[in-house]
């Protein structure tokens, strides 16, 4: 069994920062790429950021210059940094890891339970 868990989120005022956490844990045999959505009320589930197994990056250009994500493959965990919080950065946020397996048609998909990014004044 695989355990996706995110941590960090919470109500923060404009202009201020969150770091998110992304742990997986279970019996799991190798994690691919791994990536951080959002989903406000109302809205489809977006992509924020993205990073590879070796480290490339990718982050949405809504928040460019303000997320950072970054991983620790030994620890099987997943960062966002979050700086210059906006009221439209309000969301519940979801880990994402791609895995695969021993053999080479083995591909997982798993997904946390969301944290919730509260930014108001």
């Known amino acids: 069994q695989v355990h996706v868990v995110e941590s960090g989120g919470g109500l923060v005022q404009p202009g201020g920062s969150l770091l998110l956490t992304c742990t997986v844990s279970g019996n799991i045999f190798s994690i691919q790429d791994m990536a951080w959505y959002r989903q406000a009320p109302g809205n489809q589930r977006e992509l924020v950021a993205a990073v590879t197994s070796g480290g490339v990056t990718h982050h949405a250009e809504s928040v460019k210059a303000r997320f950072t994500i970054s991983r620790d493959n030994a620890k099987n965990t997943m960062y966002l940094l979050m700086d210059s919080l906006k009221p439209e950065d309000t969301a519940v946020y979801y880990c994402?890891?791609?895995?695969?397996?021993?053999?080479?048609?083995?591909?997982?998909?798993?997904w946390g339970q969301g944290t919730q990014v509260t930014v108001s004044s």
């Open positions: 994402n890891a791609d895995s695969v397996g021993i053999n080479w048609y083995e591909k997982y998909d798993y």
